[in-house]
C-alpha cells in the first residue's frame, strides 16, 4: 500500500488567497484525520470523519477553514481566504477500526504540506 | 479544559544511557495512550499503544508505562542509539476515536 498521500507537499501563496490541501487516505480506513502543526502550538487535530461524515469539527480554527470528504478515496481541507498565521505543515492521517485487529486505533500520517502564506 | 504536557525542553543523553520521556495529562480519561515518533520533515509513527488496565508495556528497547492515578506516561529507550534521535509524542484517545497529541519532546542521542 502506497500509505497515506498529501498534495502538494509545499505551498507559497499570498495573504487572501485560496489555499486547497489534498489526502487519499489508505485504502479501506474508514476514520480520516486533519492536523495542524506549528512550533507554538504543537499538532493540533482540526476535523475527523468516519465513513467520509465530518464527526467533531471543533479545532477548525474559523470560517475561513472548510474541509470535505467526498468519498472514501479523498478529502480535501481549504482555506479562504488565506493569513500568515495560516503558515504551518498540515497533515492527513487515516485509521480503520474495522481492520485494526489489535485494535491500537493506530493513526497513519501523510508527510503532510507545508504552507507558507507570505 | 483538558491538557496533554509534555516537556518542552530538549532531552539530551549519552549514547548507551536510558532515556525517559514523560507525558502528562489532565481532564481525560483515556481508555488508552500512545507514543509515535516524527523525524524532521516527515509524518508522526506510531510506536505503541497501552491500555487504561495495563501498566506496562515493552517492545524491543522501548517501554511504556501509564499511571491513570497521576494521569501520567513514561517512556523509554533503553541503549540509547543516535538512530533514535527524533521528536517523540504522546497522543490519547479524546472519545469517539478522536486523538488527541501533546507538542512532544525532541530527543537528541550523542555518540
Redesign the interface.
Known sequence: DAG?IQSPRHEVTEMGQEVTLRCKPISGHD?L?W?RQTMM???E?LI?F?NNVP??DSGMPEDRFSAKMPNASFSTLKIQPSEPRDSAVY?C?STS?AKNVAN?????????SRLTVL | SQKIEQNSEALNIQEGKTATLTCNYTNYSPA?L?W?RQDP??????LL?IRENEKEKRKERLKVTFDTTLKQSLFHITASQPADSATY?C?L?GG?????????TRLFVKA
Open positions: 497515506v476514520y484525520f492536523y502550538r504543537g499538532l487535530l475527523y468516519n464527526i467533531d497533515f492521517a477500526r491500537t486505533g493506530e493513526l497513519f500520517f501523510g508527510e503532510g | 488508552y500512545q509515535y520533515g516527515r509524518g508522526p509513527v506510531f499503544l509524542l497522543a484517545e469517539g476515536f478522536k486523538t488527541i497529541f501533546g507538542a512532544g
